[in-house]
């Protein structure tokens, strides 16, 4: 199991940016897909970006040229830079980790969620 604790959400006017940090622990194999989803209370969860360990990025069309995903291995933490900021991006963000288990299986694992709200 992969624990994932999320950092660097808040309130933030229209225009502004964030940052958020994803930090993942656990004793797996590896841990291979991490990223970043949203919710609302109209919507379902819905992806914003995913990066691969190799670095393969894809992002949501909502974000794309605002947000940008980055990842250091070593650390096994993700980042969510978030620019340009508009009130639809208001939300709670979850960090997901996809990772291969010790006995080589495939799971994934969610955090708590952090608020992120932008104000028009």
């Known amino acids: 199991q992969v624990r994932l604790v999320e950092s660097g959400g808040g309130l933030v006017q229209a225009g502004g940016s964030l940052r958020l940090s994803c930090a993942a622990s656990?004793?797996?194999?590896?841990?291979?897909?991490m990223g970043w989803y949203r919710r609302t209370p109209e919507k379902q969860r819905e992806l914003v970006a995913t990066?691969?360990?190799?670095?393969?990025?894809n992002y949501a069309d909502a974000v794309k040229g605002r947000f940008t995903i980055t990842r250091d291995n070593a650390q096994n933490t993700v980042y969510l830079q978030m620019n340009s900021l508009k009130p639809e991006d208001t939300a709670v963000y979850y960090c997901?980790?996809?990772?291969?288990?010790?006995?080589?299986?495939?799971?994934?694992?969610w955090g708590q969620g952090t608020q992120v709200t932008v104000s028009s």
């Open positions: 997901n980790a996809a990772y291969t288990t010790r006995a080589l299986t495939s799971s994934n694992d």
């Open positions: 656990g004793s797996v194999f590896s841990i291979n897909v």
């Open positions: 990066i691969t360990r190799g670095g393969w990025t």
